[in-house]
């Protein structure tokens, strides 16, 4: 069949094969030409198939050697459907791996179920003994809590009181405003539930329980904090509601592994073009006008460049860990710099319909979102008879 991209608001219900394994290769590629990682050794991560999590697999695979457990829930081909791109991913991920002669095990299931955790458990044994990286990298919208089987939804939404602020239609360039209402107590308790801390530390306390977590491991949470524009719907809304549990709970993780000499961290990331982000209203005008500032000034980083620096700069550099007062690893740094926010600023106040393709990087964010599916690809054939129908092992 002759794949193209089938955009439905902010999810592309189509995805290339040939594109996707294209963009695994690209990162795997930009980690081999970086210094070699003092990194892990065995790697689990959750949530591996997409974005930050799919990134530092590759990183910690191609940049140390490590061998990787990767937990995912993606949907394979079914007739004229094709599989989602976090499969295509994982197969184009596992095949290179395996090539270049490194362990690559992959579960496809519910990372919030206890099933899931059990088979984790069981394969780390069976395969690698123990794990000295846990990587947690999940976005849902829902999650079915395993001992209340409470199913819970997770919401975008201010709290306190409506808001009101600049939005883009991707698809169109229109800039319009947009009026969010805020979340009601249940969506707030809902979104924590899905996007806090709670699934972590199950994993965290079953891993050490089963006695599957090396001397020293390390565990890494992603976040985010923002600027000020996007602050009402993100930081301090329902999202960032989350991020703070999630934020506490690294705080009693890193409490327990000190036993073992471990330690556990949130990492705030940059903005970039994710499906999760792309979801948020305000986020993606944001992100295009950030884009323009930081490739103008030669500090763009795409989520590669982002999570090898992460394990070479912050976890693995040798010492203590550089954090934040609260805590947190800032690898958002070049994001938040004084004179990219103060720029970004500037262009939000004036950006509007028809001045968006001059002040922003529109056509970066799109072109980066149909990236995410396989598509826009140089060397793809996009015309081409492509079978959908691609194997994952492991």
């Known amino acids: 069949m002759v794949i193209k991209p089938k955009v439905r ?67 394979p081909a079914e007739g004229a459907r094709t599989a989602t791109a976090g499969w295509y991913n994982t197969a184009a991920f596992t095949r290179a791996a395996r090539q270049a002669g490194l362990y690559a095990g992959n579960i496809n299931g519910d990372a919030f179920s206890d099933a899931v955790k059990a088979q984790a458990i069981e394969t780390i044994r069976r395969d690698l003994g123990t794990v000295d990286l846990v990587v947690y990298s999940l976005a849902a919208p829902r999650r079915t809590d395993p001992r209340t089987g409470e199913v819970h939804a997770s919401v975008l939404k201010p709290i306190g009181r409506p808001y009101t602020g600049k939005t883009v239609d991707v698809a169109t360039g229109n800039v319009t405003e947009v009026t969010l209402e805020p979340a009601t ?12 801390g709670e699934d972590w530390r199950m994993w965290m306390d079953a891993l050490r329980e089963a006695g599957v977590l090396a001397e020293g491991a390390v565990t890494v949470a992603y976040s985010y904090v923002g600027p000020a524009m996007t602050r009402p719907i993100y930081r301090d809304g329902t999202i960032g509601r989350a991020k703070d549990d999630l934020e506490r709970t690294a705080r009693e993780i890193d409490g327990a592994l000190r036993a073992i000499g471990g330690r556990a961290f949130v990492s705030v990331n940059k903005a970039l073009v994710t499906q999760a982000s792309s979801a948020i209203p305000v986020v993606p005008l944001y992100i295009s006008l950030l884009f323009k500032v930081m490739k103008e000034k030669g500090v763009h980083e795409g989520t590669i460049e982002q999570m090898y620096r992460l394990l070479a700069e912050r976890l693995y550099a040798g010492g203590e860990v550089p954090v934040d007062e609260l805590g947190r690893i800032r690898i958002d740094d070049l994001e938040m710099r004084e004179d990219v926010q103060r720029e970004v600023e500037a262009l939000w106040q004036q950006v509007n319909t ?8 529109i056509e970066g964010y799109r072109a980066d979102f149909l990236r ?11 015309e081409a008879d492509t079978d959908p129908n691609v194997p994952l092992e492991g």
């Open 354 to 361: 028809d001045n968006l393709p001059r002040l922003s990087d």
């Open 9 to 75: 608001g902010f999810i592309c219900t189509t995805a290339h094969p040939e594109g996707c394994a294209r963009h695994v290769d690209e990162q795997i590629r930009y980690v081999q030409s970086k210094p070699r990682l003092n990194g892990p050794k065995n790697a689990l991560i959750i949530g591996a198939s997409t974005g930050f999590g799919l990134s530092t697999r590759i990183a910690a695979a191609f940049g140390a050697g490590a061998r990787t457990l990767g937990i995912f829930f993606e949907r």
């Open 372 to 382: 995410l599916f396989g598509f826009g690809f140089e060397g793809v054939d996009y």
């Open 185 to 196: 107590e249940d969506e707030i308790r809902g979104t924590v539930a899905v996007m806090g």
